[in-house]
């Protein structure tokens, strides 16, 4: 395969950058920007690219990998995005860690005053890569400042009056976005709780399930599995503010009944003399691609900090600003081994208001463990490569919480196997089936019924091995309509009712469990 080939395949396409070419069509060419010379006290003159031969459109004209590639400023940021999320695109991986490290790296020797790596310029000490072109346009990234500048300059640059144009233009553009100075922490530099999987066996660094088995899964638990529900930042800092930017992927801000807040919304709680209290923070307004969310909001210095990612959107990256002179602390979990929660849309969040009050989370807070939200809207269907995933998982806790997407049929066909498979890799791990008493319809009642029927003919098997699956939640005749927003989806009240039963229920379970050393994933 050519190198152009290669670039388009795995770089270009992958990204999006569908007007970055070595030979512009006949429609791109109607967009191509002139070039202009300037000179010192003489108008702009309008001058051809002689660097390259012309029509650019010939394909036999070789691709030039200095100064032959043509694109856009959408493009180029697509690209630069790319690189201030080390090797990320939107939906996967798209150069390795091994080439982000290399590309990063400094590879001109000692005593020549220009630091270059591949193709670009680099400063590893103060955190920024970039390349400028002989027509001024420019390309940088600087995450100790956390910014992305892309200028679009079409001006020859080896004389004195471009220089200053240049310069002037970028000291007005820099003014005009400046923004009180901040000190800024990627995520990827920050443990994340309740991701179970260590990033390396990830495709990308928000995935809920690693690439292992992938192809025996459902498309939609595929899919799902992107969306980072559950997934936080604990950490603690001495700011009185905290800024936020995220990006996320191509979905919708809302549903009908999925509120853009906990859809696509970053939650942000902080713990008092009181406990954990939310922090009221914007919410997303308009679809945030290509140019991400960003808000500040006022928390209260040294505070136990809690953010938690959108439960129903696909996620690409975040970091967090804090005031200079001031650092991000993370902190560990609270628990040694996290309770690992496996179910539906209503494990994942819906629906409620906002992530942190998923009742997973409330579980998380209200129980002081760390969760792990395995839900995955009607796509909790105990397939037995999730048994796999679980096992894989060294818990605290397991909990089945898939009664409302399982017909009686596939409950008569997988619970069993499933339990058996999970008991098998994880013999002393304690196992609690949910109720979902909220869930009215008959089918869902009789997937209850036919769970504690298989529970109890495993434990005439075998007392001692099937002692530790247990069921919890509400008695099946509690009946309140004001628990969910359609009759199935818990509403927020729905959600603490449920999560601060569970959080109990949950550590009733916990506290019969001997204490005793172990691994931790992730």
Known sequence: MKWEQYLKQEVLDPLGMKDTTFWPNEEQMTRLAKGYQLKDGAEPREVANVQVAWPLSLHSRFAEAGGGLYSTANDMYKFGRMIANRGYGVESRILSEKVMREWFAKQTPEGVPNKYSFGMDVDPEKGRIGHGGAWRTNLSVDWKNGTLRVYVVQVESPNTASRKHFDDFVAAAEKKLARAPVEWTDGLDLPV?????????????????????????????????????????????????????????????????????????VDVYQKTAKGWQYVPAP?????????????????EPGAETLVYLPTYNLFESIRFGVEPGTTIEPLKAPSAKPVVIYGTSITQGGCGSRPGMAWPAVVGREANVEVVNLGFSGSGCMELVLAKHLANIDASLYVLDNICNMSPEL?????????????????????????NAWCHYPTKKRNLELMQETVAKLRKEDAAKWAKVTFAGLDPAYDDEDFTVDG????????????????KEFLAVLEKEPKREFRRFG
Not at 226 to 245: C, H, I, N, W, Y
Not at 411 to 435: C, D, G
Request: hydrophobic fraction near 35%; include cysteine; charge should be positive.
């Open 193 to 265: 709780e309740g991701r179970a999987f260590p990033l390396a066996e990830l495709a990308r660094p928000y995935d809920r399930l690693p690439i292992a088995h992938s192809n025996e899964l459902t498309s939609s638990v595929w899919w799902l599995m992107q969306e980072p529900a559950g997934e936080a930042f604990r950490f603690r800092t001495a700011s009185k503010r905290l800024r936020v930017q995220y990006l996320l992927g191509a979905k919708p801000l809302s549903s009908p009944h999925n509120p853009a807040t906990n859809k696509s919304g």
């Open 283 to 299: 919410f997303p307004q308009t679809q945030p691609l290509e140019n991400g969310c960003c808000w500040e909001v006022a928390i």
């Open 411 to 435: 409950t008569e066909q997988r619970f069993e196997p499933f339990l058996r498979y999970l008991r098998e890799k994880r013999p002393t791990t304690p196992i609690v089936v949910t109720k």
């Open 488 to 503: 199935l989806h818990l509403a927020d009240y729905g959600m603490m009712t449920v999560g601060r039963l569970f959080a």
